[in-house]
């Protein structure tokens, strides 16, 4: 929460003073009682009064005026919004060790599927992209607010060799730059760059990302895998455990933001925030009206009560 005119809120320390007054008040008023009023002829004709009956008007105008002092200062909320465009590319590794199966059923298969679910979350208004790499960069669909389309692509990934993911995010920059988006006075866009493996061929992915940055344009990495995977490459067992240090790297340099995934699930919970993230925008709301109604439904709910039970205002 922050506040538009904050100074407001010094007013704040007079509650402290209040309660101080209305409890010496209150002595005040016992100590007279007791001195000056035989005690049996008040039990007598007064029923005894509980605590709540005594002290909940007071307390009650005492919230209410903290709540119409927040009020004051104008305070607002941050929200969620949908953004009304954006670009969203996403980059995904087709290499060979996308066939390991440390990640059921197997890396590849699970990366398409929660592409899938991905695609599925955002809103229709954000324009999607799909790059997919192996040796070289393919840029499968170009950004479009045609989410079957990029489904479509998404069913038709197939593993390759060799891993360029440098040339990937190169491509994805460039569809990006086509699309009039990234940079300031345009339309945001940001990358979701998700690859196990160690770059093999093309461009350096780090130097990319400086790249991203310059244009404003973060890249999110999801680094898929266990270090138990392994790939049979002909007679040979490979390992290809993911390289999670190059994919923080380039998410740090272009001001994007890093994860990892072990299995399938957690690569769906991942693409769901980075879904509901990247979609949506915060906006500040201000929420003067609510204090400013809650203060008053106080105050008037501390002098009726007030009213009813001692037939004055506290």
Known sequence: MSFESPWFLLALLLIPLAV????????????????????????????????????LPAALLLLATAALIFGLARPHRSVAVPREQATIMLVTDASASMDAVDVKPSRLAAAKESARSFTSRVAKEIRLGLVTFDESATLVAPPTREHDTIRDGIDDISSGAGTATGDGLSTA????????????????AAIVLLSDGKTTYGRDPVEVAREAKRRGIPINTVALGTDEGVVQIGPNTLAVPPDRETMKEIARVSGGRYSASRNEDQL???????????????????????????????LLAGGLLSLRWSGRLP
């Open 20 to 55: 101080l007054a209305y409890l010496a008040a209150q002595r005040r008023s016992q100590r007279y009682a007791t001195r000056f009023t035989n005690l049996e002829v008040l039990a007598a004709v007064m029923p005894g009064t509980s605590v709540l009956r005594r002290h």
């Open 173 to 188: 920059l460039e569809a990006i730059r086509r699309d009039g988006a990234g940079g300031r006075g345009k339309p945001p």
């Open 268 to 298: 769906k919970d991942i693409y769901a925030r980075l879904g509901s993230r990247l979609a949506n925008e915060t906006e500040q709301q201000e929420i003067t009206a609510a204090f400013a109604g809650g203060g008053l439904l106080l």
